[in-house]
């Protein structure tokens, strides 16, 4: 018979399904050889976070990665850690955004490398404490649980909902950068749309899939299932994702459409303070929870390459980054005018505090590998900072604790 | 978007990838051409494309209206 005059009912569907199947395993098997070769791990999946109803994301611990690895609480961390402390432990948590994570920009210092699961400043922190003999004879851990770009919005929550009661000795809150971003105008404030007044990126991709019933979420649903079990759909989706990413930003260049009106002047001084007490808002609720809690906190401020021409003697390598990264004066302006409130407030309030400028002034080696991110010598030089500015608050803790045995 | 070549490194796993899987697909022709193009009639081949490619059409849709409607550059640490 002539295949086109085959008519409906003589087609064979379960050999076209077959087929599709035997297709569909040649592909999977495929990709699966190629993560494993790429990753030397075997496929779980390509996300790299997954929602959480504390703090909007957390890192997704399966992700296959061969230089990020999470462990199953979602930390930045190879050794896993329980939710209830073990006894005779100094427990630190770790908050913040990407230059805990250790994230990378687009541009970076290539020969650096990505940096692993056991160098960022949380592991570093932990060698240190360790070796304290103050802490002699106890369990040292130091948690990192850093998700990208989270801000004091994020970073709050997830130690008021969560973190408080994996019961910390001390809680160390990074992300400053997060906060301080790009200098906002006066409309930005107006309208409470900067920074940490704004919705989140990622909470609109929440919105998309989460609440949205429409035929694209469900569509886009079954990708994201499909991409956590096949490896195959996983790749086809990162590919697919590029490139559709690639024809969009090249369509956006040679748009004719202009960019809306708006006020574009910058935010007064007193715009900046209003600013400034929508961010402490959210510093003093975690201040109150740890007190509360008999915990410790402290706040570390994150210096922008870019800032720091004619503050810290730059490497070589540093010299070109910054280069690549210098900011705009009225950018390093704003900065500076922010970290002075921030210094300011938790000085006055009796709030510990790290801010690492003294380390930047006189450390001439390669502590950036991007625009705000540390080499894995940049995480030890930090972790050594951190320690210092607050080895006499742990020390009060170690101390209190072996006066009174029966405390936390 | 900024695609960086470092960005490109994980894509160079798959040339030998593609490089084999051509090799396979010209012993196949080769081999057992016959046999393969045989599993199933001419029309029932034109099915399966159609569907795989309706499929795709709809990958492809939903991705690129997600891929409009939020830019990647608002994302520097990647999309869900």
Same mark, same amino acid.
């Given at each position: 018979?002539?295949?086109?005059?085959?008519?409906?009912?003589?087609?064979?569907?379960?050999?076209?399904?077959?087929?599709?199947?035997?297709?569909?395993?040649?592909?999977?098997? &495929?990709?699966?050889?190629?993560?494993w070769?790429?990753?030397?791990?075997e496929?779980?999946s390509?996300?790299?976070?997954?929602?959480?109803?504390y703090?909007?994301v957390?890192?997704?611990?399966d992700?296959?990665?061969?230089?990020?690895?999470?462990?199953?609480?979602?930390?930045?961390?190879?050794?896993e850690?329980?939710r209830?402390?073990?006894p005779g432990?100094?427990?630190?948590?770790?908050?913040g955004?990407?230059?805990?994570?250790?994230?990378?920009?687009?541009?970076?210092l290539?020969e650096e490398?990505r940096?692993g699961?056991?160098a960022?400043?949380?592991?570093?922190?932990q060698?240190?404490?360790?070796?304290?003999p103050a802490?002699?004879?106890?369990?040292?851990e130091?948690?990192?649980?850093?998700?990208?770009? *989270?801000?004091?919005?994020?970073?709050?929550?997830?130690?008021?909902?969560?973190y408080?009661?994996?019961d910390?000795?001390?809680?160390?809150?990074?992300?400053s950068?997060n906060?301080?971003?790009?200098?906002?105008?006066?409309?930005?404030?107006?309208?409470?749309?900067?920074?940490?007044?704004?919705d989140?990126?990622?909470k609109?991709?929440?919105?998309?899939?989460? *609440?949205?019933r429409?035929?694209?979420?469900?569509?886009e649903n079954?990708?994201?299932? &499909?991409?956590?079990?096949?490896?195959?759909? &996983?790749?086809?989706?990162?590919?697919?994702?590029?490139?559709?990413d690639?024809?969009?930003?090249?369509a956006?260049?040679?748009s004719?459409?202009?960019?809306?009106?708006?006020?574009?002047?910058?935010?007064s001084?007193?715009?900046?303070?209003?600013?400034?007490?929508?961010y402490?808002?959210?510093a003093?609720a975690?201040?109150?929870?740890?007190?509360?809690?008999?915990?410790d906190?402290?706040?570390?401020w994150?210096?922008?390459?870019?800032?720091?021409?004619?503050?810290?003697?730059?490497?070589g390598?540093?010299?070109?980054?910054?280069?690549?990264?210098?900011?705009?004066?009225?950018?390093?302006a704003?900065a500076?005018?922010?970290?002075?409130?921030?210094?300011?407030?938790?000085?006055?309030?009796?709030i510990p505090?790290?801010?690492?400028i003294d380390v930047l002034?006189?450390?001439?080696?390669?502590?950036?590998?991007?625009?705000?991110?540390?080499?894995r010598?940049?995480?030890?030089?930090m972790?050594?900072a951190t320690?210092d500015?607050?080895?006499p608050l742990i020390?009060?803790k170690?101390?209190?604790?072996e006066?009174?045995?029966?405390?936390? | 978007m900024?695609i960086?070549? +470092?960005?490109?490194?994980?894509?160079?796993y798959?040339?030998?990838?593609?490089?084999?899987?051509?090799?396979?697909?010209?012993f196949?022709?080769? =081999?057992?051409? =016959?046999?393969?193009?045989?599993?199933?009639?001419?029309?029932?081949?034109?099915?399966?494309?159609?569907?795989?490619?309706i499929?795709?059409?709809?990958?492809?849709?939903?991705?690129?209206g997600i891929?409009?409607d939020?830019p +990647?550059? +608002?994302?520097?640490?990647?999309?869900?």
């Amino acid at each position: 018979m002539d295949g086109s005059s085959v008519t409906s009912a003589t087609i064979r569907w379960s050999r076209i399904i077959c087929v599709m199947l035997a297709l569909l395993t040649a592909a999977e098997g &495929a990709a699966r050889l190629y993560v494993w070769l790429w990753t030397g791990k075997e496929y779980r999946s390509t996300a790299l976070y997954r929602w959480s109803p504390y703090g909007l994301v957390r890192n997704n611990p399966d992700v296959t990665s061969p230089t990020f690895q999470i462990d199953k609480s979602g930390f930045r961390n190879i050794e896993e850690f329980d939710r209830l402390k073990p006894p005779g432990t100094y427990r630190v948590i770790l908050l913040g955004g990407s230059v805990l994570y250790a994230g990378l920009a687009s541009v970076f210092l290539q020969e650096e490398g990505r940096v692993g699961s056991d160098a960022t400043i949380a592991q570093y922190l932990q060698r240190i404490l360790a070796a304290d003999p103050a802490l002699k004879g106890m369990r040292v851990e130091v948690i990192n649980a850093a998700v990208n770009y *989270n801000r004091i919005v994020e970073t709050s929550s997830a130690y008021i909902a969560e973190y408080v009661h994996w019961d910390p000795d001390l809680v160390i809150v990074f992300g400053s950068a997060n906060n301080f971003l790009g200098v906002p105008t006066a409309e930005e404030i107006r309208l409470k749309t900067h920074n940490v007044q704004g919705d989140h990126p990622w909470k609109k991709e929440f919105e998309r899939q989460v *609440n949205q019933r429409n035929l694209a979420a469900l569509v886009e649903n079954a990708l994201l299932t &499909a991409s956590d079990h096949l490896a195959s759909v &996983a790749m086809l989706r990162k590919l697919l994702g590029k490139l559709l990413d690639s024809a969009i930003a090249v369509a956006g260049r040679h748009s004719m459409q202009t960019p809306p009106p708006g006020d574009h002047r910058p935010a007064s001084i007193e715009d900046e303070e209003r600013y400034f007490n929508d961010y402490a808002a959210y510093a003093d609720a975690m201040v109150a929870a740890a007190r509360r809690q008999g915990q410790d906190i402290a706040f570390f401020w994150e210096h922008w390459l870019g800032d720091l021409g004619d503050v810290k003697p730059l490497s070589g390598r540093e010299q070109w980054l910054h280069a690549q990264v210098r900011r705009a004066p009225e950018q390093t302006a704003y900065a500076t005018r922010m970290r002075g409130r921030w210094v300011r407030n938790f000085g006055e309030r009796k709030i510990p505090y790290v801010d690492p400028i003294d380390v930047l002034r006189t450390n001439d080696q390669t502590l950036y590998i991007d625009y705000l991110h540390y080499t894995r010598r940049g995480n030890d030089v930090m972790a050594q900072a951190t320690y210092d500015a607050l080895k006499p608050l742990i020390h009060a803790k170690v101390g209190d604790r072996e006066r009174r045995p029966d405390s936390r | 978007m900024t695609i960086v070549s +470092s960005d490109l490194v994980p894509f160079l796993y798959l040339l030998p990838f593609l490089a084999a899987l051509a090799g396979l697909g010209a012993f196949l022709e080769l =081999r057992c051409g =016959r046999a393969v193009s045989g599993l199933l009639r001419p029309a029932e081949w034109s099915l399966l494309v159609k569907l795989v490619a309706i499929v795709l059409l709809a990958v492809i849709l939903v991705m690129g209206g997600i891929a409009l409607d939020f830019p +990647s550059e +608002s994302f520097l640490y990647g999309r869900f």
